[in-house]
């Protein structure tokens, strides 16, 4: 079965310095990853994804994600961090049958 | 930009009696998801559903679930005889054909009593 870790539980960082929150995955065949982000009594909003092709994929609010197979990582990370990042990060791997299985999550503070 | 919707926000019911949560999916879209996330733990999966019938459901989605898409719009989760473990944040998501990012909705808190 497909699984996603996310070995942080928070993630720390000063406002304008780069951020990375982590994730590991454990797939058959070729992996399908996302990363969506939570913000308090909201749902959950896309960020971006990797399907194929490059490894380092841009999605919203200038976040990126680097897709590194033989870590079978798929961090999370932007190089300039705002106030308004702080929120609940959650990464994602498609099932066999078009369903998404969540890590942990991971929250991320960014203060000033 | 369209959006998933969901109503109501939130819900309290009595443990025992039945619940409907309801969802609006983006329109065109023709996959449709549950989720929920009980408060401090992971997003968990319920069931897809397509073309009018269920294409996977998890080991939570007992006989007490069921899903149906009345009409063109709307999408329901039902739960008929709701336990206190059923306390938890209920999310409806869609996909659009071929892509494979799914859209949430912003949730249905359910509080059983």
């Known amino acids: 079965a497909q699984s996603v870790a996310q070995p942080e539980d928070q993630v720390n960082v000063a406002e304008g310095n780069p951020l990375t929150v982590k994730c590991t995955y454990s797939?058959?065949?070729?992996?399908?990853l996302f990363w969506y982000v939570q913000y308090p009594n909201r749902g959950l909003q896309f960020l971006l994804k990797?399907?194929?092709?490059?490894?380092l994929v841009k999605g919203s609010y200038g976040f990126e994600a680097e897709f590194n197979k033989s870590q079978t990582s798929f961090h999370l990370k932007k190089p300039s961090a705002l106030v308004s990042d702080s929120a609940l990060y959650f990464c994602?791997?498609?099932?066999?049958?078009?369903?998404?299985?969540f890590g942990a999550g991971t929250i991320l503070r960014v203060k000033s | 930009e369209p959006e998933v919707t969901q109503t109501p926000s939130h819900q309290v019911t009595q443990m025992g009696q039945e619940v409907i949560l309801r969802c609006v999916p983006i329109?065109?879209?023709?996959?449709f998801y549950w989720y929920r996330q009980i408060l401090g733990q992971k997003v968990e999966f319920l069931v897809s559903?397509?073309?009018?019938?269920?294409?996977?459901k998890s080991e939570i989605f007992d006989d007490q679930f069921s899903v149906e898409r009345p009409d063109g719009s709307n999408f329901t989760l039902k739960i008929r005889s709701t336990k206190l473990e059923d306390s938890a944040m209920y999310f409806c998501?869609?996909?659009?054909?071929?892509?494979?990012?799914?859209?949430f909705g912003p949730g249905t808190r359910l509080t059983v009593l």
């Open positions: 994602a791997v498609r099932d066999d049958g078009n369903k998404l299985v």
């Open positions: 797939v058959s065949g070729n992996p399908y």
């Open positions: 990797y399907i194929t092709g490059d490894n």
């Open positions: 329109s065109n879209h023709l996959y």
């Open positions: 559903f397509y073309n009018n019938e269920i294409s996977e």
């Open positions: 998501a869609d996909r659009d054909y071929p892509y494979n990012e799914q859209f």
